[in-house]
Every structure is written in C-alpha cells, then in structure tokens.
C-alpha cells in the first residue's frame, strides 16, 4: 500500500486548507484510515480517523468542529477538511491506514502500518 498525501501550505489563522490522501495498492476500503500530525521533537500526535465504511468518525478533542475526515472508497482517497485553523496545528500531517489486527477505531500510531511522507501544515498568527 502507498498513501500520497497533498493539499498542505502556508495558511493564515481562521483559515482553511483540505488535505487529501490517496491509495494505491492493497484493499483500500477494507481498513479504518486516520490522520496524525507532528512537530519536531514531539510524538505523533491522532488527529482524526474514519472506519472502513465511513460510518464512524473520531477526533482529537483539540480539532473537534473545526476538521472533518472523509473518504471515498471508489477513489481510494482519504480527505481532511480543516476549519478555524490556529497556529498551533501547525505541523507535519501523516495519513495512515490502520492495521488490519485492528478492530475500530485507534489512537495509537502503533496501530497503523502503512503512513504517507507528510505534507506540511503552516498556520500563520
């Protein structure tokens, strides 16, 4: 599986910007897909994550009403839509696709084994 992530850039505060992740390889619709962001010399942080059917979503409680996960199984691409961007969601964003051992939905990095090669994310103050 190779995910590509795109849409990152330069943003000012109360801005918005979408990111896109897209799939190539494997079973795309078979697994949960989140997003982690990091910056240097923290861990990576979840961002937000979707189920296979997209039925179920779930956020850090810092992006709640502001970011929106989405995907389309057809395309192989998954989507965030980021609202009321601050300054600190500044960071690298990953897009990965969670392991299939896993059930749900995870928060962990750990659970994922696949992840894009970031775009980065700069909200200006």
């Known amino acids: 599986v190779q995910l590509v992530e795109s849409g990152g850039g330069l943003v000012q505060a109360g801005g918005s910007l979408t990111l896109s992740c897209a799939a190539s390889?494997?079973?795309?619709?078979?697994?949960?897909m989140g997003w982690f962001r990091q910056v240097p010399e923290k861990e990576r942080e979840f961002v937000a994550a979707?189920?296979?059917?997209?039925?179920?979503?779930r956020y850090t409680d810092s992006v709640k009403g502001r970011f929106t996960i989405s995907r389309d199984n057809a395309k192989k691409t998954v989507s965030l839509q980021m609202n009321s961007l601050k300054p600190e969601d500044t960071a690298v964003y990953y897009c990965?696709?969670?392991?299939?051992?896993?059930?749900?939905?995870?928060?962990?990095?750990?659970?994922?084994?696949?992840w894009g090669q970031g775009t980065q994310v700069t909200v200006s103050s």
């Open positions: 990965a696709k969670q392991a299939p051992w896993n059930s749900g939905i995870s928060y962990h990095a750990r659970a994922y084994d696949y």
């Open positions: 979707i189920t296979w059917a997209g039925g179920t979503t």
């Open positions: 390889g494997g079973t795309f619709s078979s697994y949960a």
